[in-house]
Nanobody, 119 residues
Framework: EVQLVESGGGLVQAGGSLRLSCAAS????????IGWFRQAPGKEREKVTC????????YYVDSVKGRFTLSSDNAKNTVYLQMNSLKPEDTAVYYC????????????WGQGTQVTVSS
């Protein structure tokens, strides 16, 4: 059974930091890309960042470049999203998702974790 389990969300003041984790199981981690998406109330889901596990190549949406860092621990089948200099506009439910590295779509999704940044 494929599982993606997010953790690490919470409430933080603007300028603070949080680290989200996404623990994966049920598939061969090295063959996948893991992405983080977020959805704020009343807004569409947005792709924030992703990492191709095999070579650790990453993508970041412009709004988080220089503030967020995505990394993977292949031995633990886990990716980490370090979020620094958080802003109120980063408030959202954050979801991790997995796609086979050649696939254009994400097949597996976690349950989401809430991140709230107070001003």
């Amino acid at each position: 059974e494929v599982q993606l389990v997010e953790s690490g969300g919470g409430l933080v003041q603007a300028g603070g930091s949080l680290r989200l984790s996404c623990a994966a199981s049920g598939f061969f981690f090295d063959d996948y890309a893991i992405g983080w998406f977020r959805q704020a109330p009343g807004k569409e889901r947005e792709k924030v960042t992703c990492i191709r596990v095999s070579d650790s190549s990453t993508y970041y949406v412009d709004s988080v470049k220089g503030r967020f860092t995505l990394s993977s621990d292949n031995a633990k089948n886990t990716v980490y999203l370090q979020m620094n200099s958080l802003k109120p506009e980063d408030t959202a439910v954050y979801y991790c998702a997995a796609r086979y590295w050649t696939s254009p779509s994400y097949a597996y999704w976690g349950q989401g974790t809430q991140v709230t940044v107070s001003s």
